[in-house]
């Protein structure tokens, strides 16, 4: 079944280290995102990618880098820079940055700072 | 850029009553409206969506309805049941426009009361 994957799903980091969250589909989408969501926050925009080896900062980038060298592969990394990661990461994909297609999303990952 | 805000942010129904959430959006060139529903601890998954040559949209128990002019858009759901016990978030989009997807609301708690 084709689909969105992040793992894990559980995440600690400890203050001032690195950690990456692994978003991979095999749905052939284009565009993937990565969204932020906290409590009566609602989902806010990380990065998004359009295709391979592009892609752009959202709203809330700071602290947080990506890559995308494969298609079915947007990895987030979120750095010691970023102040309060505590939170709820989603990873989505469409099959393209402008069309009417909706996202599919994965799973999650939650990440607390221990 | 776009901005969608969702009311109420938490509704409390009776079982078998129904339920409406209601989102207003700024830019008058989004055409594309999707509804998604996350369960906790989940990623959140699409139920429906509507474009905008149409007026009104029904999936079963779940109807979505569109007003241009006025500029908002609203789901309603009919004979609630348990399992609609979700937070809701609807979304706009610009066709062929905006690479950075879908602007979210903050999202409503739906709560099915027994």
Known sequence: DGGITQSP???FRKEGQNVTLSCEQNLNHDAMYWYRQDPGQGLRLIYYSQIVNDFQKGDIAEGY??????????????????KNPTAFYLCASSLD?????????????????? | ???????????????????????????????????????L??????????????????????AV????????FSLHITETQPEDSAVYFCAARVSGG?????????????????
Not at chain 1, 68 to 82: D, M
Not at chain 1, 100 to 110: E, N
Not at chain 2, 65 to 72: G, P, S, Y
Not at chain 2, 98 to 114: E, M, R
Request: hydrophobic share 25%.
């Open chain 1, 9 to 11: 799903k559980y995440l």
């Open chain 1, 65 to 82: 880098s990506v890559s995308r060298e494969k298609k079915e592969s947007f990895p987030l990394t979120v750095t010691s820079a970023q």
């Open chain 2, 1 to 39: 850029g776009e901005n969608v805000e969702q009311h109420p942010s938490t509704l409390s129904v009776q079982e078998g009553d129904s339920a409406v959430i209601k989102c207003t959006y700024s830019d008058s060139a989004s055409n594309y409206f999707p509804w998604y529903k996350q369960e």
């Open chain 1, 97 to 114: 940055g402008g069309s009417d297609y909706g996202y599919t999303f994965g799973s999650g990952t939650r990440l607390t700072v221990v």
């Open chain 2, 98 to 114: 905006g690479a950075d997807g879908l602007t979210f609301g903050k999202g409503t708690h739906l709560i099915i009361q027994p």
């Open chain 2, 65 to 72: 309805t569109l007003n241009k002019t006025a500029k908002h």
């Open chain 2, 41 to 62: 601890g989940k990623g959140p998954q699409l139920i429906i969506d509507i474009r905008s040559n149409v007026g009104e949209k029904k999936d079963q128990r779940i």
